[in-house]
């Protein structure tokens, strides 16, 4: 009992670390409709710029964090204004492969800079392990998953109480709605852009004294960024969050019952078949903002 | 059907262009491996392999638009079959080769349909494809019948082309890859030119609903399409996998390998005929030549997949269609369009449907 409830409560807060890297994909893609491929790349550049900056002590961690952020969100702010924007009217392939190749850029520049797999920072918290009721919580993985919860709750006060959030939602709601009454929405879609990207590198920096960081971890964690994001579905940022909490919670739980690859492969098998069951939950509604739905070429097709 | 006088294709500059240029390369090709030692025909094995993995996955990627990652997949299969079947139980390595083409064509036909049913767009199939890809690859990674995470290595004895083996000249293994590009090339040229089934594929690419309301069956040819792709995709498994003589999961089946064929058709330029061949010659090159700076062998595939990377965001991000479409306008622009003006009739350009490709 006490092992499921160990398992348990560590896939929560993996989950909580699962649910901030899904909202920033979640963001870029209801307000921009750009699938970012290079997404989990970007937890990457979080975790790498945490352990290149080697802070010592809780508070270099944290700023080593926040540093970390500012720097995904900078990268994440050129790629959107560089290399993605002047797309964003040509439809979604171009930025498909854009993203994919950026994304392999990072992996394989991480894995030149840093050919040293699985390296890791001590634990830089003040206090070791929480322990009650036979269930043990190490410190890292306790401050991640708060912190992370703390983050998720700014960003949605963030998106559904202030000027700004009632501005990004307008964006995602009607694209042309938001250019009729004057919203200026390319910097928009900048600021959105970096925004996911520097959540996503926030959690990275959160992640790293947790799991050891290796070049390969990118693609892991975009693939989990999107599992999270396709459950979860267009609907609400909530929706995100309690995909995320699930994800962190079934692999724990699962890892009781199947061995390591084989698990993975499953989780893959099963997300192929969301993909292929409600795929609505995140195109659908999507392309339904961009245009009418009663535009003339699009009656009668589906 | 009559071809009758095929100079008369030759009607433009950039044809008879094209027309040398491509004599040429085939006769450079033919003649490579007895001008080098066998290190670097290896090498030209390697530059031909990737030329034939690219074109294989631009039938279905570069022609009909479907970007799959499947592609992965079929690659293991063509790997894995051979290693299954003739280095653990004997059998023909050439009938290893037609199995995993069959498993291929089949897991592509079924993938594409089931796609295509539930009315997957193009996202959703690049990410379904990579989430099977990555499934195929746990699964291979823990199942002792496709050699677990120790792979399979060869175990046998006989060489030659009955067999698909030489051991120590890959001049063989250079040879038999360039049969199969050209024959798959033209093959596909031929499908492209003459069946309604291949000038269908540009159109479903451009436009899947005006080509249904005009009687193309999308969804069938979509899918017979990935079947062929996919299939002859894993003939290139099978090749690699003789070549190097062990096959794991780690080594088959990695999203690399699709990102690779995916990315190097778009270099070259997808849905043109020499686009992924050019560029996948050009890659093994560009590999060759890093690999000349002394750089360490495990940075050599990390600058490449850098540069890959660099190359293609380089080429969508300012609007070419890659290497093909840049040569024929420069082409074009030297010689002439050996054409005389014509004024617009129509906005769409109707016309050049019927080259097998559109713009």
Redesign the interface.
């Known amino acids: 009992m006490s092992t499921v409830l160990q398992l348990a409560s560590t896939g929560l807060l993996q989950g909580l670390i699962y649910s901030l890297i899904g909202i920033g994909l979640y963001l870029v893609f209801t307000v921009m409709r750009v699938?970012n491929f290079a997404h989990g790349y970007f937890v990457l550049i979080g975790m790498y710029g945490v352990l290149s900056l080697e802070p010592k002590g809780f508070f270099p961690f944290l700023g080593a964090v926040v540093a970390a952020a500012l720097g995904g969100a900078l990268v994440g702010y050129l790629v959107q204004r560089?290399?993605l924007e002047?797309?964003l009217a040509k439809g979604?392939?171009?930025q498909?492969?854009?993203t994919?190749?950026?994304g392999?850029?990072i992996?394989?520049?991480f894995?030149?800079l840093h050919?040293e797999p699985f390296e890791t920072i001590p634990n830089p918290y003040p206090f070791e392990a929480f322990t009650s009721s036979g269930v043990t919580i190490s410190a890292p993985r306790m401050a991640a998953g708060v912190l992370s919860l703390v983050l998720v709750l700014a960003v949605s006060f963030l998106v559904y109480r202030t000027r700004i959030g009632t501005i990004i939602r307008g964006c995602s709601e009607s694209l042309n709605g938001a250019i009729h009454v004057g919203i200026n929405v390319r910097r928009v879609y900048r600021l959105t852009f970096a925004l996911g990207c520097g959540l996503a590198a926030v959690a990275g920096g959160l992640l790293l004294p947790i799991q050891p960081v290796s070049p390969a971890l990118g693609?892991e964690l975009t693939?989990k960024a999107?599992i999270v994001v396709?459950i979860g579905g267009a609907g609400s940022l909530w929706g995100t969050v309690a995909a995320g909490v699930l994800l962190g919670l079934a692999e724990a739980l699962g890892s009781l019952y199947a061995?390591?690859?084989?698990a993975?492969?499953?989780v893959?098998?099963l997300?192929?078949l969301v993909?292929?069951?409600r795929?609505q939950g995140?195109?659908v509604r999507a392309t339904s903002r961009i245009k009418p739905p009663k535009s003339l070429t699009k009656v009668g097709?589906? | 059907m009559t071809l009758g006088n095929p100079l008369r294709y030759l009607d433009t500059p950039l044809r008879r262009v094209n027309a040398v240029v491509v004599t040429l390369a085939l006769a450079f090709a033919l003649v490579y491996p007895f001008l080098v030692p066998p290190p670097m025909v290896g090498v030209g094995f390697v530059a031909l392999l990737y030329a034939l993995r690219n074109f294989t996955w631009n039938i279905a990627g570069g022609y009909v638009?479907q970007?799959s990652l499947s592609h992965i997949v079929a690659f293991g299969t063509g790997a894995f079959s051979v290693a299954v079947l003739t280095w653990r139980h004997e059998v023909n390595a050439w009938i290893a080769l037609v199995v995993g083409v069959v498993i291929s064509a089949v897991v592509g036909f079924l993938i594409s349909l089931?796609?295509s049913r539930?009315?997957?767009?193009?996202?959703?199939l690049?990410?379904?494809t990579?989430?099977?890809s990555?499934?195929?690859?746990?699964?291979a990674?823990?199942w002792s019948f496709l050699g677990d995470?120790n792979g399979i290595s060869y175990s046998g004895s006989e060489e030659g082309f009955a067999h698909l083996m030489w051991y120590i000249d890959p001049s063989g293994f250079y040879y038999t890859t360039l049969g199969f590009l050209v024959v798959i090339t033209i093959g596909t040229a031929a499908l492209m030119r003459f069946t309604h089934f291949g000038r269908s594929l540009p159109f479903i690419r451009e436009d899947p609903?005006i080509a249904a309301s005009m009687g193309v069956r999308v969804v069938r040819n979509q899918a017979l399409a990935m079947a062929l792709s996919m299939g002859l995709t894993s003939i290139a498994g099978t090749l690699i996998a003789q070549y190097v003589q062990i096959v794991s999961y780690e080594s088959v089946l990695t999203?690399?390998i699709g990102?690779a064929m995916?990315?190097g058709s778009?270099i070259g330029g997808a849905g043109t005929l020499a686009g992924p061949i050019v560029a996948g010659i050009g890659i093994a090159v560009l590999e060759e030549f890093l690999r000349s700076f002394a750089v360490s062998s495990?940075?050599v595939?990390?600058?490449t997949?850098?540069a890959?990377?660099?190359v293609?965001?380089l080429l969508?991000?300012f609007?070419t269609g890659g290497i093909m479409p840049l040569w024929e306008a420069g082409v074009r622009r030297v010689f002439g369009t050996g054409r005389k003006p014509v004024a617009p009739v129509a906005a769409e350009p109707v016309g050049e449907l019927v080259d097998g490709r559109v713009g």
Not at chain 1, 259 to 262: A, E, N, R, S, V
Not at chain 2, 118 to 124: D, E, L, Q, R, S
């Open positions: 699938v560089l290399l002047s797309g979604g392939h171009s498909l492969v854009i994919l190749s950026l392999i850029a992996q394989y520049l894995q030149v050919p693609l693939i999107f396709v061995p390591g690859t084989f993975t492969a499953l893959y098998a997300f192929f993909i292929l069951i795929p995140l195109v097709v589906g | 638009g970007l089931l796609m539930f009315g997957v767009n193009a996202f959703f690049a990410l379904g990579l989430a099977l990555l499934a195929a690859a746990g699964v990674a823990s995470t609903v999203v690399e990102v995916m990315v778009i495990a940075n595939s990390s600058y997949q850098i890959y990377a660099v293609v965001i969508l991000r609007g």
